[in-house]
């Protein structure tokens, strides 16, 4: 069978409940067929205990139940915490392993910008030797040209062109001379540029091995962001989920808390009945107020309010009716008269055990706060006619949420 979650309203309160969507209700009431009885002449103290007893039993075992579902919860927010203690754990060991790969990089930047700049130191020595060799070799050539060409003659003619075989000599050796000069300036400067070279060699070796450092920093940064980046999800999602689990925890404590003060309450009621019940006069005192009503007539006039729409504090078909405003005037149509509230009605009548409900019985459910809050007529088969959020209809008892809520019955009339 479907079932809809919305909210329905008693005249009191709002309150969450599940129900079924029934069809063919006006059909169903038609067919059905009445088990009236005639009311019991006395009700004795024993029908009147076993009224009372199946409630609180069943009350009892909620409320053993909501205890389980407590402690169960607590031991999962304890998870829950015992999770998030390991996660932060995790998170500041990953930010350590972070602090400590970012100084690395900061270090590793450092060495790199110095190497870089030896690098470029040399390069720009390398190309000042190569220029000032350049220039060495520009001046002794011209100053070979300017010994021994000038006027246009050669060199053999600048030599042969001594005027004695001491100025030949003379010329020889100057030639020789700028030469040899020439040689060691040219060897001394590519013995330079030789030694400048390797060490700018080596240094681009130590900037190629630090280019590779840095890559591998980078990448251990990056997994250890990513890690970060998941503990930290993974610790809002277990935050997200005690929080969770607290308000479960927040609104299942509530429900025990009320369950058992329901408890409380029908226990009180329980034994306030018991000692009025065991006076007989009040017994046909009571039942001498009744009205004779045909349960059938009453079912059928209630049956023509089916559909009308749920109205807060509503006591009448236009605009509509309230669960409470509803059985008040609907019994008030055959003389009954009945208080204006659930709580009101539930302390009218005579107490009637769930197993010995009649059509025309008054059945209460406690829903939001102890005691009654919510009132429907009871039509046979399980079934009451009552005014919920969904409009004036004909809901099954034995659904969860009202069985669950169920705290007992009144007889207000003699049924006939």
Known sequence: MSKYHHVALCNDCSLERERPNFCNVVMWLRKRTWMVGTVAVGFTVTSLTTAYADVLSQKRSQAQQLQSQVTRLQQQIEKDQQQESSYKKQLDSLTASLNTVHASLVDNQKQYSAVLSQVNQLQTKIQQNQQNLNKSEDELAAQLRYMYESGGQGYLDVLFGAQSFSDFLSRLSEMAMVGEQQHQIIQAVQSLQQQLTAQQAALKSDQKTLEQRRAQLLQA?????SLQAAKAAALQNIKNQETKDKNAKYTVESQLKLTQAQI???????????QKMQSASYVAQTQSTFTNVSADALIHYAEQFIGLPYVWGGTTPNPGFDCSGFTQYVFAHFGVALNRTAAEQFAQGIPVSRGNLQPGDLVFFSTYAP???HVGIYVGNGMMINSEDSGLMITSMSLPYWSSRYIGARRVMNAT
């Open 264 to 274: 409380a309450e029908i226990e009180a009621e329980t034994q306030a009945a018991e």
């Open 371 to 373: 005691g009654a809050t």
């Open 221 to 225: 940064q990056a997994m250890d962001q």
